[in-house]
């Protein structure tokens, strides 16, 4: 199995944010999941059999302003999940991509409650409890 997780979370109007920090984002959060999945996808197309799991965020599907570039790059994330899941099906490796709601980490530091109005859930309970996009490519639901 290989998980890929990592992001950047730039908070504020895309106009006024820093454009090496949003490069760098988009180089995070989306580049460097394309390149944790060909290496992952190599391995285990020579053993025919694998799964690779992606996290990506909730505000893939639902955008919210002020965090314009990291919805984005997660949308992004999803949309490479359901293409290599269609890519790879016939060597048995499978794809699953989890869209969790924000949590209480460093990342989610700068966003304000009026853009997320639930409570942030700790790291250790969001997965389990976050939104899944399932492997037949239909709408996110909770397992």
Known sequence: MWVNNAALVPVGRLD???ADLL???CHVNLA????????AARSMCSHRRGHIVNIA???AVKPLPGVAVYSATKAG???????LRRELRGHGIH???????MVNTPAAAGIRPRVLPVPLRT?????????????HGGPPHSP
């Open 16 to 18: 006024e944010q820093d």
């Open 32 to 39: 460097g999941v394309v390149h944790g999945c060909q290496a």
């Open 23 to 25: 490069a760098r984002t």
């Open 123 to 135: 790291s250790a309970s969001a997965v389990p409890g976050g939104p899944l996009l399932p492997q």
């Open 95 to 101: 794809i699953t991509t989890v869209l969790p709601y």
């Open 57 to 59: 965020s909730v505000l």
């Open 77 to 83: 994330v999803v949309a490479l999940g359901e293409s």
